[in-house]
């Protein structure tokens, strides 16, 4: 029964939000292609116990602008951006948490945690990227950086993702080392997160420690428009290296920082120590 007055409301929703999105369609880019990637990653909830996860995600893409997010967090996040959708997303916590409370399945909560908040604009003609995800505990930031910063080496070795012949490519790019697989055969210097200038598309990514992956699993013709994000007042400017060392601030100091705003009341005992066998998709804000 909960499943069902789930879909029901995420149904309602959906219409909404597509008669949102028809406001003003002509002021936007729209897409050429589509790329459905899966996102994995590898981390430690809490600093002390180790998880992976998947997080479908989408690439809009023309040759000229870009948008790389997931669906599901523009769904919530559009959920937040009218009373309406409030009222609805609060219905589907109280459902979710009771399904919860009777069966300690953690599936049941997933119509209403976030698995990710990134959103990653490219912009051709600028030459830039611009960035929006969490920063500090319930904080959000955006920031701007240039394309430059990707350089790439390619190889000779190849193979075929979803029948395409790719062509292998390494980067260092922000601590990490990156293996990607692009091909000339889609004509669009683009690919998944900030990854991009290459003379094809990129189809699969995955860096050195195998803690962070995007493999591509679909990719069709797609004349989407490309909106913007949803409450974009709710964003803070700031640079990349500051939000991220917010957003690790706020994980090794989670219990102290829920102690400290809710006066004592919530005290979930002393901090995990910290670690830094798995981080974030940067490292090199340490």
């Given amino acids: ?24 369609p002509s002021e936007y880019p729209q897409s050429e292609i589509k790329v459905s990637y899966k996102y994995h990653e590898k981390f430690l909830r809490g600093n002390v116990q180790f998880t992976e996860r998947e997080i479908p995600m989408l690439l809009l893409a023309n040759g000229e602008y870009s948008k790389f997010y997931s669906p599901a967090t523009e769904y919530k996040d559009s959920l937040e951006s009218t009373p ?9 916590f109280d459902i979710a948490i009771k399904k919860y409370a009777e069966s300690k399945d953690e599936g049941a909560l997933g119509s209403i945690v976030y698995k990710t908040f990134m959103y990653i604009f490219k912009n051709n003609a600028e030459q830039s990227f611009t960035a929006y995800d969490i920063a500090g505990l ?18 000779d070795s190849t193979k075929t993702v979803l029948g395409y012949e790719c062509i292998k490519a390494t980067t260092n790019y922000h601590g990490r080392e990156w293996t990607v697989w692009f091909s000339p055969e889609i004509p669009i210097q683009d690919g998944p997160w900030k990854l991009r200038g290459l003379p094809g598309l990129i189809l699969e990514a995955s860096e050195l ?4 992956s995007f493999v591509a699993y679909g990719i069709e013709q797609s004349k989407c428009t490309i909106y913007p994000i949803y409450n974009q007042d709710n964003y803070d400017q700031m640079s990349r290296i500051e939000m991220l060392q917010a957003r690790r601030h706020s994980l090794d100091n989670n219990h102290a920082i829920s102690k400290a705003q809710t006066s004592g009341m919530l005290d979930l005992g002393p901090d995990a120590p910290v670690q830094t066998e798995y981080d974030f998709l940067e490292t090199d804000y340490r």
């Fill in 84 to 92: 309406s959708g409030r009222a609805i997303a609060n219905q589907m």
């Fill in 138 to 155: 319930g904080e959000r930031g955006v920031y701007s950086e240039p394309y430059s910063e990707l350089v790439w080496e390619i190889g």
């Fill in 1 to 24: 029964m909960y499943n069902r007055i789930i879909i029901f409301l995420i149904t309602i929703t959906f219409i909404s939000f597509s008669a949102l999105s028809k406001k003003k």
């Fill in 209 to 212: 420690k195998g803690h962070h």
